[in-house]
């Protein structure tokens, strides 16, 4: 059993920058690669960017790619996402998930066997 908690959502302007945070329980975090999804108000939940066990390996969405990045330390148990250049569109509640999966697979919600509660993120114009 993973639990996972998110951190560092908040209300921020066009331009600006975020960082949040995951903190996932248990002695095995570099056995799960991890996750970042997001979902707006009547939307489907869609993929950000995710990172597998060992740190190498990491995917991004289109939507994304250039301006967050995923990061671990297994260390710590945790993963964060960095995200610059931020946009309205970005405006929803952020999830962190683990799963045991790698690669392409990444993508995809149903890969992960367990979800954090969110952290809303939203992007004033």
């Known amino acids: 059993q993973v639990q996972l908690v998110e951190s560092g959502g908040g209300l921020v302007q066009a331009g600006g920058s975020l960082r949040l945070s995951c903190e996932a329980s248990g002695r095995t975090f570099s056995h799960y690669s991890m996750g970042w999804f997001r979902q707006a108000p009547g939307k489907e939940r869609e993929f950000v960017a995710a990172?597998?066990?060992?740190?190498?390996?990491?995917y991004y969405a289109d939507s994304v790619k250039g301006r967050c990045t995923i990061f671990r330390d297994n260390a710590k148990n945790t993963v964060t996402l960095q995200m610059n250049s931020l946009k309205p569109e970005d405006t929803a509640v952020y999830y962190c998930?683990?799963?045991?999966?790698?690669?392409?697979?990444?993508?995809?919600?149903?890969?992960?066997?367990?979800w954090g509660q969110g952290t809303q993120v939203t992007v004033s114009s």
């Open positions: 990172i597998q066990g060992s740190g190498i390996g990491t």
């Open positions: 998930a683990a799963t045991t999966d790698f690669g392409v697979r990444l993508a995809s919600a149903r890969t992960y066997d367990y």
